[in-house]
């Protein structure tokens, strides 16, 4: 169906840079909206970035002005460049496509997940 590989977390200290990148692949006809979710241990997953094809961008209040979404749509990859970090960023961080696919001989609507990259931000 369709496969999403992340890279780019890491370990880093409060006030510095981390930038996510995100490259969906396989039976894809196409990709409605991608984006970023994250889950620090014992809270829910929740939206930190979304951008879809229409160009409506979403941002969780809590990054709104320090992290930027942007896509390369040739490239079906999608970036999260994350500046000003702090220690409550600390999470897993999820990539999520919204992706129209080829099943067999027709066409299906799902959203997929990525694996997860750890960003750790120390104080």
């Known amino acids: 169906q369709v496969q999403l590989v992340e890279s780019g977390g890491g370990l880093v200290q409060a006030g510095e840079s981390l930038t996510l990148s995100c490259t969906a692949s396989g039976r894809i006809f196409s990709i409605h909206a991608m984006g970023w979710y994250r889950q620090a241990p014992g809270k829910q997953r929740e939206l930190v970035a979304s951008?879809?094809?229409?160009?409506?961008?979403n941002y969780a209040d809590s990054v709104k002005g320090r992290f930027t979404i942007s896509r390369d749509y040739a490239k079906n990859t999608v970036y999260l460049q994350m500046n000003s970090l702090k220690p409550e960023d600390t999470a897993v961080y999820y990539c999520?496509?919204?992706?129209?696919?080829?099943?067999?001989?027709?066409?299906?609507?799902?959203?997929?997940w990525g694996q997860g990259t750890q960003v750790t931000v120390s104080s």
């Open positions: 951008k879809a094809n229409v160009g409506i961008t």
């Open positions: 999520n496509a919204d992706c129209t696919f080829t099943s067999g001989s027709s066409y299906r609507r799902d959203a997929f």
